[in-house]
């Protein structure tokens, strides 16, 4: 037969007090835990805007490198952002109608088992270091023809590929059944369909796919380390050469000894970080309105 | 529109019907093709690594992996994986240890404990740390982090922990313990935003039992919801693992680049993607080439591996709730 | 006057006759509770007393604040955000609302069973022992595991399949699992939400003559929208009903408290008679 007890309620017992300290320590470290994690990022986006945007002036677009040079010799990186331009345009290039492919065929044609080993794939593909990509380019490529633009773009593009698959398959998805039987319904051939009516629906996710992408790839060294980094002086904008590249730029600067180097380092991670933060944000909060738009119209 | 044309058109033209076919026909080819050559792709991967790395494998065999040397001079080439692969352990590892406890405590307080105002703009600012491009999170590394590790924490850490071997006297600030923080930092993302989906999918009612029985919100987490998500965190831990020794611009400037293997985690060390950084533009010869290719086969093996693993416990994860759903 | 409650009810009466109200021992006295989602009004102006080793049930049509009421006896609302109380609810005299209050000590007196079984994806015996080890009950675990899953009427079917998970048995199995987690740690009150809705014929019989064998150990309060339940099991019935305002706003009022046989029989109200003679809701 329990008893009425009212202690715990009036006068907490040592048990329930040791609990409630235990429950309230415990509070306190998950809000360290996430005071922690937004302390590194402040820490280093603190770091490189102070010290990057005392550096970053106009003849860092306009003039390219000069190695070697003694103090005083005005340069820039010219040659670093016209190089990551051509490549990482041409990356996308290459990836985005593959990706849009695979999507369409994993979403609208594969039969079951198929879809989830095209699935698996990419998985695999995505989880495969970029300097392992950029290795296997250099097998494929490098070896036989040199370092170039192009091999840097088909790394990235390596890299992109699941990303922006992964992306369209997840707005393919949300496309309604009812409307592709509309479609065929009314006698359209299952490519018009696809291509007229489903895809279109798509757009504005590919592009946020692809603008994500974009961005995660912009910041890839490893595998322009490997495929573009023998690069000759001047700035180029032939990808048939191997071209400069901000990343690798950044990589180069950081490991000398020269203090100016130095500055110019920081002066390019500034403006690739802000690219890099500007477009994923830009991206999400496009793909989040456009996701509240399709909930109030009810589609 | 231009279906009613088909529609129409189908009446006066007996033959469209083969044109659409073909239309048909060659969408599902080409998509076809691109989702065979996504998956012929992984294999190139492979096959072109091997290759690459023939004439090392050849050359040292298996054995590669247990040598400790890279001597690049021609009269005595030798080279061995066996530095790479410790510093790659050690330092994979460590940041794994550093980072799960960080980011279960994130995805707890995202997932129950945050105000509600603030719970997306802290999770947009975990993620926005997954975006930092890692050369500049290496260069941040090298010119801010290492000094202050070198000059402030090493030398506290040594005398408070210096009875074990790992936190010796500390060095000039490249090292492998630079290259732990780093990584931590990396993988912090990963393994918290995984695990926060995966706290927010915990049942409401199995949450609401527990605390209606009395029990504070941190015993109703520790009974209920932390062995709930246990398998999935798991899975998490493991891909924050595969990033952590994929990973190697940031680690190739932060780590020193050691040549030998040595337990104090301060002095300069070396990683299979920090080598694999490093060396490729000063490698002189078609071995030392091929063995940097076999550096980067081994890395390709064991990123399948932690993708297959991962994949299968959360196929068993997804089997499990299955049956609890009923 | 549908046959089928007047049967029920005489049975009921016949069972046991309700002591009048002022020899009853009160446990729970609410005064004025209003209670609010944000701005949607829930409840307005609930005003009632639960009393001891009874069964009180509470009947209305559905979105008559049921759920809503029944949750605030143990705090449970606060889980919610956005959720905000106004009045007192009195337990043993101390004002369980008040915001200096803490919820965890509440709801160790206060235990409540819910609408589906949600038993933890544990083993049937960590099921029952988890709460008494958090609770610090952790002496004689085997038997105090032993006493709540018997009185449950639970310990014959598992006593075999301890380490069989809770989520092996049946539904009916796992509401009774759920009834000897709650008992387990000795609570004083048992609040249960529609706690046979799930569940078919013969295991709602299982579970009310549950409630029937251990009221003389707990009190009850539950919310059945099944008046013939509530014909059959409880001793004191609420009838909640639907209050329309100006703007559209609809909410919860308690329209009339009282033994079942009179509720069933006899209700002061026009809308309660409306209500369990099937005339609306």
């Not at chain 2, 050559?37 to 690459?52: D, R, S, T």
């Not at chain 2, 190697?248 to 990683?271: E, W, Y």
């Not at chain 3, 929208?225 to 909410?251: C, K, L, P, Y």
Request: net charge positive.
């Amino acid at each position: 037969m329990s008893s009425v007890d009212l202690s715990a309620l009036q006068r907490p017992n040592d048990r329930l007090r040791r609990r409630r300290v235990v429950n309230r320590s415990m509070e306190l470290l998950a809000w360290l835990t996430a005071a922690i994690a937004v302390a590194f990022l402040g820490v280093i986006v603190w770091s490189v805007a102070r010290r990057g945007a005392g550096a970053v002036d106009l003849d860092l677009f306009t003039k390219p490198q000069v190695p070697y040079a003694p103090a005083g010799v005005e340069q820039g990186l010219a040659n670093a952002f016209a190089g990551s331009l051509v490549i990482v345009g041409i990356a996308a290039a290459m990836a985005l109608p593959f990706g849009i492919l695979v999507a369409i065929y994993v979403n609208e044609f594969a039969p079951r088992a198929i879809r989830s080993g095209v699935s698996l794939v990419l998985d695999v593909l995505n989880g495969i270091p970029a300097i392992v990509v950029g290795f296997f380019v250099y097998g494929l490529i490098v070896v036989g023809h040199g370092q170039s633009g192009l091999a840097a773009s088909f790394a990235l593009a390596v890299l992109m590929l699941p990303l922006v698959a992964r992306s369209t398959i997840e707005v393919l998805a949300l496309v309604p059944a009812s409307l592709r039987e509309a479609s065929l319904g009314l006698g359209v051939p299952r490519w018009r369909t696809t291509l007229a009516i489903v895809l279109p629906q798509t757009v504005g996710g590919i592009v946020t796919g692809t603008t994500l992408a974009v961005a995660r790839i912009a910041g890839e060294t490893a595998p322009l380390l490997v495929t573009s980094s023998l690069v000759t002086n001047g700035t180029s904008w032939n990808p048939l050469h191997a071209l400069q590249t901000v990343p690798v730029a950044i990589f180069e600067l950081t490991e000398s000894y020269e203090p100016a180097d130095h500055a110019r380092a920081w002066a390019a991670a500034l403006v690739l970080l802000l690219f890099v933060l500007f477009t994923s944000f830009a991206a999400r909060w496009a793909a989040t309105r456009s996701r509240r738009k399709l909930a109030r119209t009810g589609r | 529109m231009s279906a009613l044309d088909t529609t129409a058109g189908a009446a006066r033209r007996p033959f469209q019907g083969r044109r659409t076919r073909l239309g048909d026909l060659l969408l599902q080819g080409t998509a076809g093709l691109a989702a065979a050559g996504a998956v012929v792709l992984v294999g190139l991967i492979a096959w072109k690594l091997v290759e690459g790395a023939k004439l090392s494998l050849s050359t040292f065999g298996l054995g590669f992996l247990s040598t400790v040397a890279w001597d690049p001079n021609p009269a005595h080439a030798k080279f061995g994986a066996a530095i790479f692969l410790y510093g790659t352990v050690v330092t994979s590892l460590g940041a794994l240890v550093l980072a799960t406890p960080l980011a279960i405590g994130i995805a707890l307080f995202l997932s129950e404990l945050a105000p509600r105002a603030i719970r997306a703009p802290v999770t947009a600012l975990v993620e926005t740390l997954a975006a930092i491009p890692s050369v500049v999170i290496g260069l941040w590394g090298i010119i801010v982090l290492a000094p202050v590790l070198a000059d402030d924490v090493e030398p506290r850490l040594h005398s408070v922990l210096g009875f074990i071997p790992l936190f010796g006297p500390p060095g000039v600030g490249e090292n492998l313990f630079a290259a732990i923080v780093v990584l931590t930092m990396m993988i912090l993302p990963i393994v918290s935003s995984i695990s926060r989906e995966l706290f927010l999918g915990v049942p409401v009612e199995l949450k609401e039992a527990a605390l209606g029985l009395g029990t504070t919100r941190w015993e109703m987490v520790r009974g209920v919801v932390l062995p709930y998500a246990r398998g999935g965190v798991a899975a998490a831990m493991i891909l924050g693992l595969g990033r952590a020794v994929g990973e190697a611009v940031a680690v190739a400037l932060v780590v020193g680049s050691g040549f030998g293997i040595d337990v104090n985690l301060f002095n300069p060390g070396n990683t299979i993607g920090a080598t694999l950084a490093n060396n490729y533009q000063g490698a002189s010869s078609g071995l030392e080439l091929s063995s940097l290719v076999y550096l980067a086969l081994i890395l390709l093996v064991f990123s399948l591996l932690v993708n297959v693993i991962a994949q299968l416990i959360v196929r068993r994860i997804s089997r499990r709730q299955g049956v609890a759903a009923r | 006057m549908p046959s089928t409650i007047e049967a029920a009810v005489r049975v009921q009466t016949k069972r046991q006759p309700l002591p009048p109200r002022e020899r009853l021992e009160q446990i729970f006295d609410v005064r004025g509770l209003t209670a609010t989602y944000g701005s949607k009004p829930a409840l307005k102006d609930v005003s009632m007393e639960v009393y001891k080793n009874l069964v009180t049930a509470i009947i209305g049509p559905s979105g008559c604040g049921k759920s809503t009421y029944i949750r605030c006896l143990n705090r449970m609302n606060d889980l919610v955000p956005g959720f905000r109380q106004e009045g007192t609810i009195r337990y043993h005299g101390q004002d369980i609302a008040a915001k200096d209050v803490d919820p965890v000590a509440v709801r160790r007196t206060i235990g409540m069973v819910f609408q589906r079984p949600n038993p933890f994806p544990k083993s049937i015996y960590d099921n029952v022992a988890w709460g008494l080890k958090v609770l610090g009950m952790k002496d004689d675990l085997d038997d105090r595991v032993e006493r709540a899953l018997t009185q449950a009427a639970l310990w014959d079917e598992v006593k075999d399949r301890l380490k069989a998970s809770g989520l092996s048995l049946s539904g009916g199995q796992q509401q009774r699992l759920c009834i000897a987690r709650a008992i387990a740690v000795q609570p004083d009150v048992i609040l249960m939400d529609e706690p046979a809705s799930a569940l078919d014929p013969i295991a709602t019989q299982a579970i009310e003559q549950l409630m029937h064998e251990l009221k003389s150990e707990y009190s009850f309060v539950i919310v059945t929208h099944n008046m013939q339940q509530a014909a059959r099991v409880a001793d004191m019935t609420a009838f909640f009903s639907i209050s329309r305002g100006g703007e559209g706003e609809r909410w919860g009022e308690l329209i009339e408290y009282d033994s079942t046989e009179r509720i069933f029989t006899a209700p002061s109200d026009q809308r309660t008679e409306d209500y369990v003679t099937g005339r609306f809701g």
